[in-house]
């Protein structure tokens, strides 16, 4: 079975560029979360959907991201316009209805310079 | 203000030795408490959980412990094994209407030596 697939693996994109990461949930789980790993904040939480609709999205730093989840099998983590202290890794994680077991995707490099 | 502290940013131990990871959290919500274990350029994948209706659960060399009262827990590993070398997350849920959000501590890199 395929995991959370993300894309692209890796980005390098230069400062006030528009960036876009792209999500593939397995299929049949029911929410979807975006993380950002940074090696000052760790894991944080970004936004995540249930059922496609936005829970929580608290997490978001500032208005240059947003996400959409139009149907249930896709994502998107969009930044515009991009700044270096946006680079990070930026994970893509799923999780079945009821459960409490989330299943991460590779992530996304970026680097913005 | 983080609800899940990993005071520890790492932890060396000798192979065939127990490692003993902590975590520690704030939030009285949580009932749900998971490790993840990292690998350089691959993303978390779920290692052990454990309830909080329980104060202890075991996988082969896996073990994780529950304190409430102190809001505190415990991942140990034994024996520790050089493969275990990875980042490992402690993560936590509170029950919520519309699905849950793991909140993850920082991490603490285990690096076991041969």
């Known amino acids: 079975d395929a995991g959370v697939i993300q894309s692209p693996r890796h980005e390098v994109t230069e400062m006030g560029q528009e960036v876009t990461l792209r999500c593939k949930p397995i299929?049949?789980?029911?929410?979807l979360f975006w993380y950002r790993q940074t090696m000052m904040r760790g894991l944080e939480l970004l936004i995540y959907?249930?059922?496609?609709?936005?829970?929580?999205d608290s997490g978001m730093p500032e208005d240059r991201f947003s996400a959409k989840m139009p149907n249930a099998s896709f994502s998107t983590l969009k930044i515009q316009p991009s700044e270096p202290r946006d680079s990070a890794v930026y994970f893509c994680?799923?999780?079945?209805?009821?459960?409490?077991?989330?299943?991460f995707g590779e992530g996304s490099w970026l680097t913005v310079v | 203000d983080q609800q899940v502290k990993q005071n520890s940013p790492s932890l060396s131990v000798q192979e065939g030795r127990i490692s003993i990871l902590n975590c520690d959290y704030t939030?009285?919500?949580?009932?749900?408490f998971l490790w993840y274990k990292k690998y350089p350029a691959e993303g978390p994948t779920f290692l052990i959980s454990?309830?909080?209706?329980?104060d202890k659960n075991e996988d082969g060399r896996f073990t994780v412990f529950l304190n409430k009262s102190a809001k505190h827990l415990s991942l140990h590993i034994v024996p520790s094994q050089p493969g275990d070398s990875a980042v490992y997350f402690c993560?936590?849920?509170?029950?919520?209407?519309?699905?849950?959000?793991?909140?993850f501590g920082k991490g603490t890199t285990l690096s076991v030596s041969s």
């Open positions: 994680a799923s999780k079945r209805q009821g459960g409490n077991t989330i299943y």
């Open positions: 299929s049949g789980h029911n929410s």
């Open positions: 959907f249930n059922n496609n609709v936005p829970i929580d």
């Open positions: 939030n009285s919500m949580f009932d749900y």
């Open positions: 454990i309830s909080s209706i329980k």
């Open positions: 993560a936590a849920s509170a029950p919520n209407q519309a699905g849950t959000a793991l909140i």
